[in-house]
């Protein structure tokens, strides 16, 4: 037997509130569920100044590892939110996949094949942990409180404010917020308190989890099998974990019985029959699920915003789900930062709508996609799937339509109505509404150019100096731009060492490429007008648009 | 677009041919080469307009219009 680390499940305390004994609580922003993206939204907004209220209703983190595949863009806004380093040196980082036909190699991918980037294409990483590195780092910050056993028990809302019914072991109390952001999970009880519902799939499949703790030299890569000898006619998928853990996912088809599947008798056998029965393992945790491709019609509704799981639910081939639920709290956090100070409108948060929408269906698009090729629902859509992997061990054109999960990438906001259209011409990919490129860098916070972008509007140049009085008039304006010279030469603020900035950037000399505080771009020219720039600044924060 | 003029040189050859493909499989077999032929084929065309309106005619021809799904 090895000695092996385990995870020290935290207990949060709860504490009797206030408002119990009579105290009256209107908070600006009330954050419903303390998992990733509930976390995330709230330290979001707390660095920015923003007192937060965190209600949930458990006193710890996640059981079970869950969601586990946090893609390069996750990390990177938990670079931004000062976790990134936290768990990606905790986490097993991987960027290759193999897919398996029978015993057979059929197709291979690298999520990451370029160089320079600080972050891997994925990092796994029980989402305990996550949640734990999470709660130490609202913890830290002055302007959040998380209240641990709250349970919202109702919800109302109106043009003026949010009113909430909070149970607590002591009794139940009531809030008001100006805002309530929901982030409690894929059976959201506020938006059953709300009568809302979601709208999508399910699909008839079964597929059983199981964390397993063993020693192995498997490599870090995500693999996965069709058909495979000592699991036929299914599907199974192997990942790495820290701590010595594995997770392993048997498809088990849609007659299985859940309670039966979860018992060791049942899963010793699967195990033994895949990894051989003289190899050591113990099981940490097992759960049977079926997954759905659904969501709501509104991720907005008046007051109340929906965020991660609560609003979208996706099936987990591709890490679509807490990745997407990231992305949902830093495209969120600025934007409700800025209503609530009165800078814009409350019509800025319709953008979130449209732009989370857009995020959410296309994630939906590629998990249903990925469903259909693991799970086919006919006869006829199985012979397809069988004759794709029967060619691709021959034909490279095949190998292209095995579909074993398309991988979680960030949304391209193409359609944004923040964005200001391009006037000028430019290649390569970082379009208005593209989530900026990171690239080795020479400067003050750090050597990647994403160290120095993001939290406010920042105003890329490149080569160029901008007079003091307009770095200013930027800086100084309702909704601050921040000026980054970037360059080749040293009087440049940040030092595009190896010339990549330039090159993903198409940065030509005098190029300007403004980005919003979640690191998307939102406008780009040739050469720099501060009126353009301020128009662009005002535009994506919906200021004086109707 | 799609071509449905006569473009087989020599058709009797061809069907021929398609019928030998099928020798000696079993039927699950013949679907699953069926479904090979149609890959290989819509690859080599790649034309993703082309393809589609391969789709709709070979579906035209087996439901009527209004059941056809979009």
């Known amino acids: 037997m090895t000695a092996m680390a385990r995870f020290a499940v935290p207990v949060y305390p709860y504490r009797r509130p206030p408002e119990l004994d009579g105290a009256r609580r209107h908070c600006g922003v009330v954050v419903v569920g303390a998992g990733p993206v509930g976390l995330t939204t709230a330290i979001d907004l707390a660095q920015r100044g923003i007192s937060v209220l965190v209600l949930d209703d458990d006193n710890t983190v996640s059981v079970g590892s869950r969601a586990i595949c946090y893609a390069k863009r996750t990390l990177e806004i938990l670079d931004r939110l000062g976790c990134g380093e936290a768990v990606t040196s905790k986490g097993v980082g991987w960027s290759v996949g193999k897919v398996y036909h029978g015993d057979q190699l059929a197709y291979q991918f690298d999520l990451l094949s370029e160089s320079g980037h600080h972050r891997p294409a994925f990092v796994n990483l029980q989402q305990y942990h996550l949640e734990a590195c999470l709660v130490n780092r609202a913890q830290s910050l002055p302007a959040t409180e998380l209240r641990w056993r709250h349970r919202v028990v109702g919800v109302a809302h109106d043009d003026e404010n949010v009113a909430l019914r909070v149970a607590t072991p002591d009794g139940e109390y009531d809030l008001t917020c100006d805002w309530l952001v929901v982030c409690d999970g894929a059976r959201s009880p506020v938006r059953h308190l709300l009568r809302l519902d979601t709208e999508g799939q399910i699909f008839r499949d079964r597929f059983l989890i199981a964390d397993i703790r063993m020693t192995s030299d498997f490599p870090a890569e995500r693999r996965f099998w069709f058909d495979p000898p000592f699991h036929p006619n299914q599907s199974v998928l192997l990942h790495r974990q820290p701590d010595n853990v594995w997770r392993v996912d048997f498809q088990l088809g849609w007659e299985a019985d859940p309670d039966e599947e979860t018992k060791p008798e049942r899963i010793l056998p699967r195990l033994h029959a895949m990894l051989g029965t003289e190899t050591h393992f113990e099981i940490e945790w097992a759960s049977v699920y079926t997954f759905q491709c659904r969501r709501m019609q509104k991720f907005r509704q008046g007051r109340v915003l929906f965020a991660g799981d609560a609003a979208h639910l996706v099936s987990p081939f591709g890490a679509r789900g807490a990745n997407s639920g990231v992305q949902d709290a830093d495209n969120l956090g600025w934007k409700l930062d800025l209503v609530l100070r009165g800078i814009a409108p409350e019509t800025l948060l319709d953008s979130y709508n449209h732009e989370r929408i857009a995020a959410a269906d296309e994630n939906i698009r590629n998990s249903t996609r990925s469903t259909d090729f693991i799970t086919p629902k006919s006869a006829v859509s199985r012979t397809f799937r069988d004759a794709v992997l029967s060619l691709a061990r021959d034909y490279p054109f095949a190998r292209r339509l095995v579909n074993s999960g398309r991988l979680s990438v960030p949304m391209v906001l193409t359609d944004s109505p923040l964005n200001t259209p391009d006037v000028d011409v430019f290649a390569g990919a970082m379009v208005p509404g593209a989530p900026a490129a990171d690239a080795p860098v020479a400067g003050p916070d750090g050597g990647w150019l994403l160290d120095h972008v993001g939290g406010t509007f920042v105003l890329l140049v490149f080569d160029i100096d901008v007079a003091a009085d307009d770095m200013r008039a930027l800086a100084g304006g309702d909704v601050p731009c921040r000026v980054l010279h970037v360059g080749g030469n040293d009087r440049a603020v940040v030092c595009d060492i190896d010339g990549i900035v330039a090159a993903r950037y198409d940065g030509a000399r005098g190029t300007c490429y403004l980005m919003r505080p979640d690191q998307h771009v939102c406008a780009r020219w040739r050469e720099f007008d501060v009126s353009r720039v301020r128009a662009a600044v005002a535009r994506a924060c919906a200021i004086g648009t109707t | ?70």
């Open chain 2, 1 to 70: 677009m799609l071509n449905t003029d006569p473009n087989i040189a020599v058709p009797d050859d061809f069907y021929e041919a398609l019928l030998a493909m099928h020798r000696d499989l079993t039927d699950a077999q013949s679907t699953l080469v069926n479904a090979r032929l149609i890959l290989l084929l819509a690859n080599h065309v790649g034309d993703a307009a082309v393809l589609r309106e391969a789709m709709e005619a070979a579906r035209a021809g087996v439901v009527t219009q209004a059941s056809t799904a979009t």
